[in-house]
């Protein structure tokens, strides 16, 4: 039986292709639960579909085919490296093969990034921030620039966990500017650090999972995990450390100058940010931004850009990322007239 858009009648006369899976538990994993995974790639390619013992036959248009069997190869791919099939990555792969780069998702899923305290590998999930943890392993000062949701902070983090297990440095620090969100926080109870901590929440939460929370409790106490606000920085030299700036876009141009002169031997540094959501007072400008611009190209210094394609979370997170960057532009052109 034919499965699919099928054209009115129900009746195809465009190309067949035909991919083996190899077997029913692979079969399995590419057609999801209930065919989910199979009916999405037939929807957004517009193509109908069959299944004949362990291979899936594509029908429809010949460039829609080769696209789907390209998006069911990746698929496989997934499958193989022990990886899940959810949503967000089945819209990657279609969207890696019409772009013709499917091929790409398997050296993605091969390396392991870190080991969480429960055992379970961190793996990149897309191109973008496969070259995003290349260039921190490479470089001195890696900038990472993107959206919420691509995996900034939480992959920053693994990676300074994975050099402190193995030796490289001697401590971690995180740090991040304590600017509020269109909140004020200055009337509520607590000293300094009771307040910035929300601030410092997602930096905690990531840490706690990659060391578990009693070795990073252990840590914490020992001072070999230091988590601060930015300020705390200035007039300090950051010697054999993984030093990992936090919503960068908030900090301004003189403290963003103050941090990165804070590097010492033996240490590294990551930068990370989304200068769509920049929450400085106004007249102030995004330190974020004029970094980027000014160091790009600088020997030892990595500047990755991550877009929307590079989101890990929830699909429509993509959507709504995509929303907002059509409403900047169509501003931007507006100024521009």
């Known amino acids: 039986m034919i499965r699919g858009d099928a054209p009115q009648g129900g009746i195809f006369t465009g190309k067949t292709v035909s991919v083996e899976t190899g077997d029913l538990?692979?079969?399995?994993?590419?057609?999801?639960?209930?065919?989910?995974?199979?009916e999405t790639v037939a929807r957004e390619l517009g193509l109908a579909w069959r299944v004949n013992g362990t291979s899936v036959q594509l029908e429809g248009e010949e460039s829609a085919c080769a696209v789907g069997a390209e998006v069911l190869g990746s698929l496989l791919a997934i499958i193989e490296a022990g990886e899940p099939i959810d949503k967000s990555s089945l819209l990657y792969c279609i969207e890696l093969a019409r772009e013709g780069k499917a091929s790409e998702i398997g050296g993605i899923m091969k390396d392991v990034v870190a080991v969480t305290s429960r055992g379970k590998p961190v793996k990149c999930k897309t191109v973008g921030q496969k070259h995003y943890v290349e260039a921190m392993k490479k470089h001195t000062i890696t900038f990472g620039v993107g959206p919420a949701g691509t995996g900034k902070t939480y992959l920053a983090v693994c990676l300074a966990v994975a050099a402190f297990k193995g030796k490289q440095v001697e401590k971690i620090i995180l740090t991040r500017p304590a600017v509020e969100a269109g909140?004020?926080?200055?009337?509520?109870?607590g000293d300094l650090q009771t307040k910035v901590d929300p601030y410092l929440r997602p930096l905690y939460d990531a840490?706690?999972?990659?060391?578990?929370?009693?070795?990073?409790?252990?840590?914490?106490?020992k001072g070999v995990i230091e988590v601060a606000p930015l300020a705390y920085m200035r007039g300090r030299t950051l010697s054999g450390a993984f030093v990992i700036l936090d919503e960068a876009q908030n900090a301004t141009r003189e403290q963003m100058k103050m941090f990165l002169t804070r590097l010492g031997e033996g240490s590294k540094m990551v930068i990370t940010g989304d200068l769509t959501q920049t929450d400085l007072?106004?007249?102030?400008?995004?330190?974020l931004k004029h970094a980027v611009t000014l160091l790009k190209g600088v020997e030892d210094i990595a500047v990755c850009?991550?877009?929307?394609?590079?989101v890990v979370r929830h699909p429509l997170v993509m959507r709504i990322v995509r929303a907002y960057e059509k409403d900047v532009q169509k501003k931007l052109k507006g100024e521009r007239k």
């Open 183 to 189: 909140e004020k926080l200055g009337f509520l109870p």
């Open 25 to 38: 538990d692979k079969l399995r994993g590419v057609l999801g639960i209930f065919d989910e995974n199979l």
């Open 281 to 287: 007072p106004d007249g102030k400008k995004s330190g």
């Open 305 to 310: 850009a991550l877009t929307e394609k590079d």
């Open 207 to 221: 840490l706690q999972e990659t060391f578990g929370l009693e070795t990073y409790n252990k840590l914490m106490e």
